[in-house]
């Protein structure tokens, strides 16, 4: 019973965060822990009528030698009156034998009756904690199903406004590297044709256009810094 107990007490410790913690699902475990806490609630209310059964049977019991008590009172009384003492002293021995037993089953009895005042404490506990829980449970629920419907959607593969698509821009760097390669081919050819030229006068003006691009971007530095 102390089992029982401590399994309906223990609800919210630590230990089922952590063990909810290394759950690939820890909805569904969530799940199989209430369903065991319905489990423990069913056996709660068995062992309550079970003891509720056996405080009756017990306190019948009680009553029912009791009352041979009294009867072997009366016994004694009337032997007495009778001068009888040997079958008054043995009247009285039963008396106080069944007087003892009587007393036996009613503490038995109220046993009993505690046990199930404390069941009883214990299952209000364990219902209103699975009511608790089964709201939270159905909360965690509709929280992993959105946290899962985001993990599972993606980004659609076109373009939307002014943000461009997986295919888009997939398209735009494979166009920047066509241009990279032209511009380099061009350059190439361009090359080429003044080499073959053998003018010299073609790389003095190279050689002026590159310095005059150092100047300018001189310039803009010094202007940058002022």
């Known amino acids: 019973m102390s089992s029982l107990f401590d399994r309906i007490a223990n609800l919210t410790k630590a230990s089922l965060h952590e063990v909810l913690n290394k759950m690939e699902d820890p909805v569904l475990m969530t799940g199989q822990y209430l369903r ?3 489990e423990d609630i069913d056996t709660a209310e068995k062992m309550i009528k079970e003891q509720q059964i056996a405080a009756t049977v ?3 019991k009680s009553a029912d030698i009791a009352h041979l008590a009294k009867q072997c009172e ?3 009384l009337t032997a007495l009156e009778n001068g009888d003492e040997v079958t008054a002293r043995h009247a ?3 008396k106080i034998r069944y007087e003892e037993q009587a007393q036996h089953y009613a503490n038995e009895a109220k046993e009993a009756h505690d046990r199930v005042a404390e069941l009883e404490v214990r299952l ?3 219902k209103a904690e699975y009511a608790r829980l089964k709201e939270k449970r159905n909360e965690l629920a509709a929280r992993a199903r959105k946290a899962q419907v985001k993990s599972e959607t993606k980004r659609p593969n076109f373009s939307y406004g002014i943000e461009s698509g997986d295919a888009a821009r997939g398209f735009e760097r494979m166009e920047e590297k066509i241009l ?3 511009t380099r081919q061009e350059v190439a ?3 080429t044709h003044y080499g073959s030229a053998g003018s010299a006068s073609g790389d003095a003006t190279q050689s002026a256009a590159v310095n005059e691009e150092l100047e300018r971007l001189k310039e803009q530095l010094s202007s940058r810094h002022s």
Do not use: K, M, P
């Open 36 to 38: 065991n806490l319905e």
């Open 180 to 182: 990279d390669w032209e």
């Open 124 to 126: 209000a506990e364990g």
């Open 58 to 60: 017990q306190e019948r």
């Open 92 to 94: 009285a021995a039963e």
């Open 189 to 191: 050819g361009s090359a």
């Open 74 to 76: 009366v016994r004694a």
